[in-house]
């Protein structure tokens, strides 16, 4: 089966770096995003990897291992609206999206 | 409208009743798509659509059926609602489907059948 695998909960302080990995196994791979969600809204778009390497997006970063099925999202500078839920999706060979359940990312002062 | 609205924002249905979760786009995508979301599950695809005229099934299709009579709407009907289909639904689109292109979301729709 198709599998995506996050930690269910992290927390980190205001000011400092966490990083969120993702790992997955997929019928195909046609791409990686993530996403974030605040609590009671929609999904909103943060990164896209295809290739392996790092993608680097002002504060967020986002890496890609396709061989070892690994992704892993990088936030410097918390904070305190970052806190929310980040989602880790996978575009399978069908060109649909596979997505894992979610890491809450709880800021503390 | 700006981006993608969906309605109701919440509905509570008595068990058996025909319910239509409403979803319009104004950026032309073609791509669009219906999800469910709850608690300790990731996001699970019930239905798609690549371009006006045609639909796919997803991960969980039973029990939810959909039309895509325009580029624009995208309505989701539950024939005779379960409360297991008690979730918050959400609407997305996307200019293609596949590839780079993000889904973007709509708020969602909180579904609670009784």
């Known amino acids: 089966g198709q599998n995506i695998d996050q930690p269910t909960e992290m927390t980190a302080t205001e000011g400092a770096i966490v990083q969120i990995n993702c790992t997955y196994q997929t019928s195909g791979f046609n791409g990686l995003f993530w996403y974030q969600q605040h609590a009671g809204e929609a999904p909103t778009f943060l990164a896209y990897n295809v290739l392996d390497g790092l993608e680097e997006k002002g504060r967020f970063s986002s890496f890609l291992s396709r061989s070892k099925g690994y992704s892993y999202l990088l936030l410097k500078e918390l904070q305190m609206k970052d806190s929310a839920s980040y989602l880790c999706?996978?575009?399978?060979?069908?060109?649909?999206?596979?997505w894992g359940a979610g890491t809450k990312l709880i800021i503390k002062p | 409208i700006a981006g993608i609205t969906q309605a109701p924002t919440s509905q509570i249905l008595a068990a058996g009743r025909r319910m239509t979760l409403r979803c319009t786009q104004d950026m032309r995508h073609n791509a669009m798509y219906w999800y469910r979301q709850d608690l300790g599950l990731g996001l699970r695809l019930i239905h798609y659509?690549?371009?006006?005229?045609?639909?796919g099934k997803g991960e969980v299709p039973d029990g939810y059926s959909v039309s895509r009579a325009n580029t624009d709407d995208f309505p989701l009907t539950l024939a005779s609602a379960v409360p297991s289909q008690t979730s918050v639904y959400f609407c997305?689109?996307?200019?293609?489907?596949?590839?780079?292109?993000?889904?973007?979301f709509g708020p969602g729709t909180r579904l609670t059948v009784l």
């Open positions: 659509s690549n371009t006006a005229g045609t639909t």
């Open positions: 999706a996978v575009m399978d060979s069908n060109y649909q999206l596979i």
């Open positions: 997305a689109s996307s200019d293609s489907g596949g590839g780079r292109n993000e889904q973007f």
